[in-house]
């Protein structure tokens, strides 16, 4: 079984910055892509970033420039770092990876248990 564990959410002001943390553990083989999503409440979960094994990054446009997503493998970690944090940025933030648990089977997506990120004043 795998397991992706979030941390790093919380309240901040508008302007501000919060760093997400996302580590993937279990059986595991390897890690591919990895990504970080959003819901806010009444919407749809949404795209922020996704970074592949090799370090290829896209963003929404509504992030770029402001947020970062990076990767550690060696730690099967990823990154959110998030900058200039606006009202609208407020959401449950879900983390995404598709994990290879062995050499013969096909990757499996799973998903953390969101952590919740406010912007307020």
């Known amino acids: 079984q795998v397991q992706l564990v979030e941390s790093g959410g919380g309240l901040v002001q508008p302007g501000g910055s919060l760093r997400l943390s996302c580590a993937a553990s279990g059986s595991i083989f390897r890690v591919g892509a990895m990504a970080w999503y959003r819901q806010a409440p009444g919407k749809q979960r949404e795209l922020v970033a996704d970074i592949t094994r090799g370090g290829t990054t896209t963003y929404a446009d509504s992030v770029k420039g402001r947020f970062t997503i990076s990767r550690d493998n060696a730690k099967k970690t990823v990154y959110l770092q998030m900058n200039s944090l606006k009202p609208e940025d407020t959401a449950v933030y879900y983390c995404?990876?598709?994990?290879?648990?062995?050499?013969?089977?096909?990757?499996?997506?799973?998903w953390g248990q969101g952590t919740q990120v406010t912007v307020s004043s």
């Open positions: 995404n990876a598709d994990v290879k648990e062995s050499p013969m089977r096909d990757a499996t997506g799973y």
